[in-house]
């Protein structure tokens, strides 16, 4: 999910009370509900569960274990030289470290739940396992999620009461759910209902505004095929899908290119549905790699990496 989204779950979840529970208790919910975005700055380390994006920083056990500590002892630190420089209001609440500790671990859970609703996946065992869980039941940007958050928030602070918080937060999970239970029925779709598919892997992208409805992408026996769902008009059947497109990625020119450069390596690494475009330039053949959750088989160059059999790359 954005940022704004995460920010404004850990800035709900500290307007339920919590922030009243410490110091540092709303820089802690907000902090730790966007902090295993950092592993954006770490694609340049060798280890490569924490090069990836939604890898370690994503898990289980980085982003909810290793990473809340780190965090609240940082607030910790700041918390103590801000006292002996000069110390803080009479209203202002007592630090309780164990209380910070716990803000920080619940705001970073909502992190990977968050992005665990999206095409993109995340990798929720990693270091141990590189799979990736997805549930598809929201779009990266969701503005009905933004606005149940941002009206609880609104109405916590108005009323000075965690109550609205609390409501929009519960609103917010049941909205997830209910697009979790559409984006499962329609996994199941190209298979019960023309195309009668048999698919090795489906992705279920739903739209920014009509949620309910579904871009859908599936993989069966080295093609890829597009198509869409509407419940509200087949609950069982894609209501449109087009001719399978081969993706490529058995041609023994795209088995040679795929390890060709890091940046090929990563990007296969990370991609779900990969499809291979070839482009043949004289003496060369130019492999351009893209994924169908994102490029379609035009294989848009925003989500694209290319590699040549004459050394260049890109």
């Given at each position: ?7 404004l779950v850990g800035w709900a979840l500290a307007e339920t009370g919590l ?91 909502t992190h990977p739940l968050l992005d665990l609703q999206n095409v993109y ?194």
């Amino acid at each position: 999910m954005d940022n704004l989204t995460h920010s404004l779950v850990g800035w709900a979840l500290a307007e339920t009370g919590l922030k009243h529970r410490t110091r540092k208790g709303l820089a802690a919910a907000v902090l730790a509900a966007n902090l295993p975005d950092i592993d954006v700055v770490f694609g340049w380390v060798p280890w490569a569960p924490l090069a990836t994006h939604r890898g370690f920083t994503h898990g289980l056990i980085g982003g909810v274990l290793v990473l809340p500590p780190l965090l609240a002892g940082m607030l910790w630190l700041l918390d103590r030289r801000k006292a002996r420089l000069g110390g803080f209001a009479a209203d202002t609440p007592p630090m309780r470290f164990g209380w910070l500790l716990a803000i920080t671990f619940l705001a970073a859970l909502t992190h990977p739940l968050l992005d665990l609703q999206n095409v993109y996946a995340v990798q929720l065992l990693s270091p141990f396992s590189e799979r990736w869980f997805h549930t598809d039941g929201l779009f990266i940007v969701s503005p009905w999620l933004l606005a149940m958050q941002g009206l609880g928030i609104w109405a916590a602070r108005r009323k000075a009461s965690g109550t609205p918080a609390v409501a929009g937060l519960v609103a917010s999970m049941a909205f997830i759910a209910l697009n979790i239970g559409i984006s499962s029925l329609t996994w199941q779709a190209p298979r019960s209902d023309a195309p009668y598919a048999k698919p090795d892997r489906v992705f279920a992208s739903p739209e920014p505004l009509a949620f309910w409805r579904r871009d859908v992408m599936w993989r069966e026996r080295g093609a890829i095929a597009f198509g869409t769902y509407d419940p509200l008009q087949r609950l069982t059947g894609l209501t449109g899908f087009g001719n399978p497109v081969p993706d490529n990625m058995t041609d023994p020119r795209v088995v040679a290119a795929k390890g060709a450069t890091p940046h090929v390596r990563r990007f296969l690494a990370w991609s779900q549905l990969p499809m291979a475009h070839l482009e043949e330039a004289g003496s060369c053949t130019r492999v351009t790699f893209g994924d169908a959750r994102f490029t379609g088989p035009a294989l848009a160059r925003n989500f694209s990496v290319s590699a040549s059999d004459c050394g260049e790359g890109d």
